[in-house]
C-alpha cells in the first residue's frame, strides 16, 4: 500500500477544486433555466395558460353552441380559443422538454462529481495511492458528462437563437413587401 505524495496530494486537491467549481457554473446554469421556465412568458406558465385555455374552451363549448344558435355570439370563441391552444402547444411542449432534458442531465451529472468528490477523500483519507488512477478517471468521467451539460445548453441556446434570428429576417421581409404594396392606398399615420 503505497502512501500518497505531496504531488499526489495536490493532484487531488485540484481536482476537487475544479470539480467545485464546474458544478458551480452548472449550478448557475439551472438556476437561469429555472428563472426562465417559471417567468411570467416562460414554458411553465406557457403551458398553464394553455392548459386553461383549453379547459375554459371545453367548458364553454355548450354555453356558445346555444348562444350562436340564437344569433348572439361571443368573443373569442370556444372554438378559436381551442385552435389557439393547438397551435401553441406544440412549441411550448418542445421547450418544456428542452428545460427538462437540462435538469436531468445536471441531476445525472451530479452523479459522477459526487462520486468524484467521494473517491479522492477516501483515497487523501486512507493514505492509499493506489486507488489514485480510479481517482483520475473517475474525475475525467465527471468533467466528460459536465462538458456534455453545459455542451447540450450551449446548443440549444444557439439553436434557438438562429431560429428566431430566420424567423425575424422572414417577418422584416414580409413586413416591407407589405408596407410598400399598402402605402398607395392606405396612409402611414
Partial sequence: MPALQ???LFLLSSIMQTLGALWGIVFIVYVLSVEYLFRDEGWY????RIVSDVSTGIEEIPLQ???FKSGGGSWPSATRRLRLALEQSPGTLDGLRRNLRVFEGILVSGVPVAASIIVDLTVIWSNDATYLGVAIWIFVAALLFVAIILSREVLTTVRAARKRIRELEQARSDAAKAYEESKATIPDQ
Fill in 6 to 8: 505531496s504531488t499526489d
Fill in 45 to 48: 406558465n406557457r403551458a398553464a
Fill in 65 to 67: 353552441r346555444d348562444l
